[in-house]
């Protein structure tokens, strides 16, 4: 069915008995040409890509749980690409390209919402450095603006601009970036790979690989074997215990990230304001809620849960940077288990086992790389070869000596 | 969480900074063959297990020692917290 306009009309005036389910609920076949590990945004993307982009045919996602009910459904939903290093950059604005014309693409409304992101600074140095990544971004075709104090001051009037600590000197603006509906990706590139005769399997937990002679020839399963010429795990957030059972480790650490949504208020906050120096950053939701996070609590974890300390911190973040929201009521906070590699960056790459594709890493950012890390991954599940952003994304990388590190921080998961 | 300090009790977590696993304790030597093969999986590859995990935390707003602590990653229960000199000396890692 193709979601309208005019469709909608219709519908009302028939009562509504027209609209079925977005996606079948198939049982597994035997055998697939390509098996991808993961329900969630990454993993949806790159079956739906492979079926679309590479006219693969015979794929099948395996889900653990639901669909969307991992990361992508726990993110705080900004996109952007405003990274300086070119191993990044023209991966993340390629994704910013895919995710202005997703919704057209897949026939999903996304609410894909391009409401700018402003990163603050806060001294003559961090002017500096903000300026040379803006026109890094700019180079690789991205947008950005450098504004001085006043034009913050006339965007964000509330922000508190004489802070003994960090006053606001201004803020790098990416007008393009901002947020999507996160669910809805998910649901979007479901229904867009069912559609093309992807089989979305869910409550099916891989717990083990056929792996003989160092090549893949498919899943066990908590609904049986599966075989499969190529597999790609998409797990990421889990990629350390599932990966264990191939036999691998990972240069990643799991760790757990919070988030936090206030009381639903009146429209405040008109895009999205990042406080670095302060460990904080902010939107605002269309349905009025406060949306705000921090840092990562910084100890390895599964649980989907932090703890207070980190919840203090994001909070006193904000009492530093908009004084104002100490009068919104915390409505409620959630914790979502991030792959965070060695250098900050992600991976997708072949592994060591013939046939089994690796896509992980993507510490708290993998939200805004859905479109592009489905695409490329699709890329290499197709054709052996990263695609031509993503080139960079290799496990040797850390061997070799090319980390892409944008913090600069070295082999230290919990600071990135 | 509070990690119970073999020597000054159960102190909260936030006085603490974390390091990671703690095979970061067997550094490996640099010297012989296949030494630059070691230290790349030393400084890079993790276990990074879901489960009972011994990991190192450095005591920076107290008496600034290392600890071992082995607390569950699914959980957060600690079940087990060391001096790292300890556990350094049973491996022969320290003098």
């Known amino acids: 069915m193709h979601y309208s306009g005019f469709r909608i009309f219709k519908e009302a005036l028939t009562g509504h008995k027209g609209w079925g389910p977005a996606w079948r609920n198939p049982e597994p076949k035997p055998e697939y040409d390509f098996v991808i590990i993961g329900g969630g945004g990454h993993g949806l993307a790159t079956a739906y890509y492979l079926a679309k982009e590479y006219s693969q045919s015979r794929i099948a996602v395996l889900e653990k749980g639901w669909i969307g009910g991992g990361n992508v459904g726990r993110n705080t939903t900004i996109v952007r690409s405003n990274y300086l290093l070119a191993g990044n950059e023209p991966f993340y604005e390629y994704s910013m390209k895919l995710w202005e014309g997703l919704e057209q693409d897949f026939n999903y409304n996304a609410m894909v919402s391009q409401r700018g992101i402003l990163n603050l600074f806060h001294s003559d140095p961090q002017r500096d450095s903000f300026i040379r990544r803006g026109n890094a971004m700019l180079l690789h075709g991205a947008d950005a603006e450098i504004l001085d104090q006043a034009a913050v001051r006339k965007m964000y009037p509330f922000l508190n601009f004489d802070n003994a600590r960090f006053p606001i000197k201004g803020g790098l603006l990416q007008k393009r970036a901002g947020t999507v509906r996160h669910d809805a990706v998910a649901w979007g590139y479901a229904r867009g790979a069912d559609l093309r005769g992807v089989d979305i399997i869910q409550n099916c937990e891989v717990t083990g690989f056929s792996i003989e002679n160092g090549k893949v020839s498919g899943v066990e399963t908590t609904r049986g074997k599966i075989a499969a010429k190529k597999v790609g795990c998409a797990v990421a957030g889990s990629s350390g215990r599932l990966m264990a059972k191939a036999g691998m480790r990972l240069p990643i650490e799991s760790h757990v990230l919070q988030a936090f949504v206030s009381e639903g208020l009146k429209p405040t906050i008109s895009g999205v304001i990042t406080f670095g120096a302060g460990h904080f950053y902010v939107s605002q939701s269309d349905k009025g809620g406060l949306v705000f996070g921090g840092d990562i609590d910084g100890y390895n974890t599964y649980a989907q849960r932090g703890n207070m300390p980190t919840v203090e911190d994001v909070c006193e973040g904000g009492m530093a940077l908009m004084p104002m929201i100490g009068r919104a009521r915390l409505l409620r906070s959630w914790g979502g288990v991030m792959d965070m590699s060695m250098d900050g960056s992600p991976i997708i790459d072949k592994t060591e086992v013939e046939g089994l594709y690796f896509n992980g890493g993507w510490c708290y950012g993998g939200f805004k790389a859905t479109p592009a890390s489905g695409m490329a991954f699709a890329h290499l599940l197709a054709t052996d070869q990263p695609h031509q952003t993503a080139t960079a994304f290799r496990f040797d990388r850390f061997a070799k000596g090319r980390v892409i590190d944008e913090k600069g921080v070295g082999a230290q998961p919990n600071l990135h | ?95």
């Open chain 2, 1 to 95: 969480m509070i990690i119970n300090h073999p020597l000054l009790g159960q102190r909260d977590a936030q006085e603490f900074t974390y390091l990671g696993d703690a095979c970061l304790i067997d550094r490996p030597e640099w010297q012989p063959e296949g030494g630059l093969e070691e230290f790349t999986d030393y400084a890079y590859q993790r276990e990074n297990p879901a489960g009972e995990h011994r990991e190192l935390w450095f005591h920076e707003q107290g008496d600034r020692s290392w600890l071992v602590v082995t607390r569950n990653t699914l959980t957060h229960e600690i079940s087990k917290v060391e001096l790292a000199t300890d556990v350094a000396r049973a491996r022969g890692r320290h003098k």
